[in-house]
């Protein structure tokens, strides 16, 4: 098969799984959750193995790149176009709920202050 051409920034992956997790309520520790994860996904008409959820989550050793298919089958799954659609969201939201943070806490600043 032909190597993957694509480019992800550095923590994508990470983020995809952190909202994996949170999207599915299963944490991932071992290869066992994965294969729940993965079957949570097979449930609404998606497929992805439990060994791809495993290497993206750095429980098997890999020197390559995941394929596209498998990171756009995760993000379809969490509600997403493809994975470039989440990286965007992914980042706007977090920035946005940055943004609100920061708000609040000068808010509670000068509330103190005051």
């Given at each position: 098969m032909p190597k993957p051409r694509y480019q992800l920034k550095s923590d994508t992956i990470k983020n995809l799984l952190q909202a994996l997790q949170d999207e599915t309520g299963v944490k991932l520790f071992a290869h066992s959750d994965a294969i729940q994860i993965a079957h949570l996904v097979h449930s609404t008409g998606l497929h992805i193995s439990p060994h791809t959820i495993s290497r993206l989550a750095g429980f098997f050793a890999s020197n390559t790149k995941p394929y596209l298919y498998?990171?756009?089958?995760?993000?379809?799954?969490?509600?997403?176009?493809?994975?470039?659609?989440?990286?965007?969201r992914w980042l706007n939201g977090n920035e946005q709920l940055n943004q609100q943070a920061l708000h609040e806490s000068l808010s509670w600043v000068a509330f103190e202050q005051g």
């Open positions: 498998n990171v756009n089958t995760l993000a379809h799954f969490l509600g997403y176009r493809d994975v470039f659609d989440f990286e965007k």
